[in-house]
Structures are given as C-alpha cells and as structure tokens.
C-alpha cells in the first residue's frame, strides 16, 4: 500500500504533504533527506491512528499523474490494520462483535489485528476474515 506525498523545492530546501492524509507534512535540506522523512512521517502518524475511532481514507491512484508526486510504502501490518479497521467500521461491527465471527477467545486477540504495530495474522485467520469481507484487497496490502 502506498500513499503519495506532493513535494515542493523552495530556496532553502524541501517539503511534502501527504495528500490523502490531514496534517501529514515534512520538511528536509536535501531531496533524499525529503523522502526518508516521508516514510518517517507516515509511519508515526500512522501509527497515531490506533486510538481514532474514524477510519482514515485509503490512497487513491488519482494522484500518479501529477508530477511532483511520490509514492511512499507502508508497512504490511499497518496496511493491514487499516484496511481491516475501516471496513470494520463501515460494515457497522464492533471489535466484540467481529473477534466472535472470527471464533477469537476474547477481544484482545482481535484488537491486535487493528493495531499498526503489532498486526500478524496467520493464514488460517486471513481466510475467515476474506470470507467476512470478501473486498478485502490483500493485493494493496503487500505492494
């Protein structure tokens, strides 16, 4: 999964803001200073999300015409625990609700799934939730 970043050069250096994400800007001297601090951004203010009961917007593939754009990777267990989190949220069900369809003992086992940080599923698990969300794209997941 990726998100695009605009960057901007300006006399005394870099800047860029990841389009899809609110708040989600940086800064460098050098051009590849730029994009290390964009996979650093990215990664903390995803990793911030946790706590939002409101899904973030996914990437949208709009933005690769301009010019001035980057693509900028996101780690596996943070796309996945997005992506799990948001249709979650917009199919309605509680983390309670959706750790008994998956046959989860309790609701910790759950929340570890929409955690950016700690978010591993097993095989066995990725199948029942492909079955409860059957649009789950693990495609945009693992690119």
Request: charged residues 30%; hydrophobic residues 40%; aromatic residues 12%.
């Amino acid at each position: 999964m990726f998100y695009h970043f605009e960057f901007f050069e300006e006399e005394n250096g870099y800047w860029a803001n990841c389009i899809e994400l609110k708040g989600c800007i940086t800064q460098a001297d050098t051009f590849q200073e730029l994009e290390e601090n964009m996979k650093e951004v990215l990664d903390l203010y995803l990793d911030e999300t946790e706590i939002l009961s409101v899904p973030l917007p996914l990437p949208e593939d709009s933005f690769l015409k301009l010019s001035n754009i980057i693509k900028v990777s996101v780690e596996v267990k943070k796309a996945f625990a997005l992506n799990i989190k948001k249709m979650r949220l917009e199919k309605g069900f509680t983390q309670n609700e959706l750790a008994k369809k998956l046959g989860m003992n309790n609701i910790y086992s759950y929340q570890r799934l929409e955690s950016p940080k700690k978010a591993n599923p097993s095989l066995l698990t990725l199948n029942k939730i492909k079955k409860i969300f059957p649009e789950l794209n693990l495609d945009m997941i693992f690119t």
